[in-house]
């Protein structure tokens, strides 16, 4: 009877300590799958070289390439997380002609349109030398948006619009509401 007692109460023992962690052999589960980490709460800050993406949500956020472009998308300006890829783009000499207006700085583009529903996004990059005969009050930001058509092939017609552009910290800086999907560039235009 002692005998008996002894190995219900090792039996419990070995039960009790199986159910805390504390047994020695463990059950593996290869069909558990792990949750993804939480996305940050907080405002997203990207850096890349010549593209750059990120899940930017009502946080908003900073992407940056390293030839010092930034784009800023302030909290609240978008209502829900998307994922936006800010490059260097190809050349837009269509946009700017030696007479009337000139380009500086990098082509830029900002992928998929995105429409601010609070504060403007923020268009930057370093600052250069305003041309001889030009003003800082020439100074735009030439973005390309779409024109509403289509051409012959198939492809969509696009057209340049000027938007004010300014100096600021050596920066240029422009303000916009929204961001068509397309190419943007730095420049002065009379």
């Known amino acids: 009877m002692r005998d008996l007692r002894t190995s219900r109460m090792i039996g419990m023992t ?96 900002v992928e998929p349109p995105i429409r601010s529903s609070g504060d403007p996004f923020v268009v930057s990059c370093p600052a250069m030398s305003i041309p001889d005969g030009w003003e800082p009050a020439d100074l735009a930001l030439g973005h390309e948006e779409e024109a509403g058509d289509t051409h012959l092939s198939g492809a969509t017609r696009t057209r340049w619009q000027m938007w004010p552009a300014r100096i600021q910290s050596s920066r240029f800086v422009a303000e916009m509401p929204q961001l068509g999907g397309h190419r943007i560039q730095f420049g002065v235009s009379r």
Request: glycine share 12%; with cysteine; proline share 9%.
């Open 14 to 109: 070995m039960l009790a300590l199986a159910a805390c962690g504390g047994g020695t052999q463990t059950q593996r589960d290869d069909t558990t799958v792990e949750a993804p980490p939480p996305r940050p709460a907080g405002p997203v800050s990207a850096r890349g070289d010549t593209d750059v993406r990120a899940r930017v949500g009502r946080a908003g956020g900073t992407l940056e390439l390293g030839n010092g472009a930034r784009l800023e998308i302030p909290a609240g300006a978008l209502p829900e997380e998307i994922e936006i890829d800010f490059s260097v783009a190809s050349p837009a000499r269509e946009a700017w002609d030696d007479e009337t207006k000139r380009a500086l700085g990098p082509v830029l583009e």
